[in-house]
């Protein structure tokens, strides 16, 4: 019997090699991937702040630094923007050890008191009560916004502790905010954990914090 010419479409051994060709670039795509990741999500230092290196995470030094969520004409979407020194607390030479021990105890406290029970932090949480990965920049704790003058504070920053403190007293929405018992220290640490969370690149996520008066298009 003459041999038959077979298709390369049904030759086990093409589609062995071509699984084999497949499975390795696909590992290879993966391991870089992996490591692009890595240094895009790492967090920066108070040197790349001094120097104005842009860093998806900014360093935690941050909190001593002016922050805005403007519209990027280039990426199409809203993107943080890291302005001038402004005081935090009344500081605004918080040292790197000093930062990321604030941020530490926000971020516990965060985790103690349950919040993304009822709050989405970067994506994850509940959708209950507002957004917080932007808070920090919300208009509504502005020197035009609402919050301030409710809570008689004349800072962003000590009043978003007062409203944590006390959040029966201040009350905002229909769905109201529960007694946590935070302490005034755990309010400056949740609040530093706010600032720098809006601080980082989340990609326009979530939108429409950019509206603050004096706001302008970032390139």
């Given at each position: 019997?003459?041999?038959?010419?077979?298709?390369?479409?049904?030759s086990i051994?093409?589609?062995?090699?071509s699984?084999?060709?497949?499975?390795?670039?696909?590992?290879?795509?993966?391991?870089w991937?992996?490591?692009?990741?890595?240094?895009q999500?790492?967090?920066?230092?108070?040197a790349?702040l001094?120097?104005?290196?842009?860093?998806?995470?900014?360093?935690?030094?941050?909190?001593?630094y002016?922050?805005?969520?403007?519209?990027?004409?280039?990426?199409?979407?809203?993107?943080?923007?890291?302005?001038?020194?402004?005081?935090?607390?009344?500081?605004?030479?918080?040292?790197?050890?000093?930062?990321?021990?604030?941020l530490?105890?926000?971020?516990?406290?965060?985790?103690?008191?349950?919040?993304?029970?009822?709050?989405?932090?970067?994506?994850?949480?509940?959708?209950?009560?507002?957004?917080?990965?932007?808070?920090?920049?919300?208009?509504?704790?502005?020197?035009?916004?609402?919050?301030?003058?409710?809570?008689?504070?004349?800072?962003?920053?000590?009043?978003?502790?007062?409203?944590?403190?006390?959040?029966?007293?201040?009350?905002?929405?229909?769905r109201?905010?529960?007694?946590?018992?935070?302490?005034?220290?755990e309010?400056?640490?949740?609040?530093?954990?706010?600032?720098?969370?809006?601080?980082?690149d989340?990609?326009?996520?979530?939108?429409?914090?950019?509206k603050?008066?004096?706001?302008?298009?970032?390139?």
């Open positions: 019997m003459a041999n038959e010419n077979l298709s390369v479409w049904t051994p093409f589609w062995r090699r699984a084999a060709w497949v499975t390795g670039f696909a590992s290879i795509l993966l391991i991937l992996t490591f692009d990741t890595l240094g999500i790492s967090m920066g230092n108070d790349d001094k120097a104005g290196t842009t860093k998806r995470v900014p360093g935690p030094t941050v909190i001593n002016k922050i805005t969520y403007e519209m990027s004409k280039k990426r199409g979407h809203e993107v943080p923007v890291i302005g001038e020194k402004e005081a935090f607390f009344g500081k605004s030479d918080y040292s790197e050890k000093e930062a990321r021990a604030l530490h105890l926000g971020k516990l406290t965060s985790q103690a008191k349950n919040c993304m029970d009822c709050h989405t932090l970067l994506g994850n949480g509940a959708y209950y009560a507002p957004d917080l990965t932007k808070a920090w920049i919300d208009p509504a704790w502005s020197k035009t916004g609402p919050m301030m003058a409710m809570t008689g504070k004349s800072t962003r920053e000590e009043a978003m502790a007062e409203f944590l403190m006390h959040p029966s007293t201040y009350p905002t929405h229909a109201m905010m529960p007694e946590l018992g935070i302490t005034a220290e309010a400056k640490g949740l609040v530093a954990f706010l600032k720098h969370m809006s601080s980082i989340t990609n326009g996520f979530p939108r429409n914090f950019g603050e008066e004096g706001s302008t298009n970032a390139q």
